[in-house]
């Protein structure tokens, strides 16, 4: 089966500018996870959909990041206006469901690393 | 606070040896416990999961134990090779399954 696809692989903004990351999971995956990695570091979560739902988004900083997913199929998450410490990779990931999510791991896309100067 | 906490320094073992990771966490009550490795410029791959009813799991070179008295979980690989270089991640499953919490990462680093 065909991975979890993620859109655009780099790109570079200036601070302040707007920049949208896209995801197309696993055909048939309910659940999506959006996950903030800054080098270095571990994957952060910053959102959590199951289907068209937010199930968690408590650590997303809500007055400059959004995400939607609108169809309960792909997904897009949003930085406006971008700042400096938000340069990092940007990980998508999805499961059928939380069920098998935890008895057979999540699968992750390879990123959207965001240079933010 | 909440932390999941690996060895931060890399780890760097010779070809053939055991490499151990600890995965060390406070605040958590975690009913799950994954392993992930992620090697650079990808996305992080599932390897193992363990229940907190369970001390201990294999799977080919990989050994995984949880011990949930203790807050931790080590990850041992044995006969390492070079390919089994990269970062590998521990993630606690809270929330009801819901959600996936990772540490901190640390680098292995096999050598010849």
């Known amino acids: 089966e065909a991975g979890v696809a993620q859109s655009p692989r780099y790109k570079i903004i200036e601070k302040r500018q707007s920049v949208a990351f896209w995801c197309n999971p696993i055909?048939?995956?309910?659940?999506l996870y959006w996950y903030q990695q800054i080098l270095g570091q571990g994957p952060k979560l910053l959102i959590q959909f199951q289907n068209n739902g937010v199930v968690d988004d408590s650590q997303l900083p809500k007055d400059r990041f959004s995400a939607e997913r609108l169809k309960g199929v792909d997904s897009t998450l949003k930085i406006q206006p971008a700042k400096l410490e938000d340069s990092a990779v940007y990980l998508c990931?999805?499961?059928?469901?939380?069920?098998?999510?935890?008895?057979?791991?999540?699968?992750f896309g390879s990123g959207t690393r965001l240079t933010v100067v | 606070s909440q932390k999941i906490e690996q060895n931060s320094e890399a780890l760097n073992i010779q070809e053939g040896k055991t490499a151990t990771l600890t995965c060390n966490y406070t605040?958590?009550?975690?009913?799950?416990l994954q392993w992930y490795r992620q090697d650079p410029g990808r996305g992080p791959v599932f390897l193992l999961l363990?229940?907190?009813?369970?001390k201990e799991k294999r799977k080919e070179r990989l050994k995984v134990t949880f011990d949930t008295t203790l807050k931790q979980s080590l990850f041992h690989i044995t006969a390492s090779q070079p390919a089994d270089s990269a970062t590998y991640l521990c993630?606690?499953?809270?929330?009801?399954?819901?959600?996936?919490?990772f540490g901190t990462g640390t680098q292995l680093k096999v050598e010849l």
């Open positions: 363990i229940r907190e009813n369970e």
């Open positions: 990931a999805s499961s059928l469901d939380p069920v098998i999510g935890v008895n057979y791991g999540y699968t």
């Open positions: 055909s048939g995956h309910a659940t």
């Open positions: 605040n958590y009550s975690p009913a799950y």
């Open positions: 993630a606690l499953i809270t929330g009801g399954g819901n959600k996936l919490t």
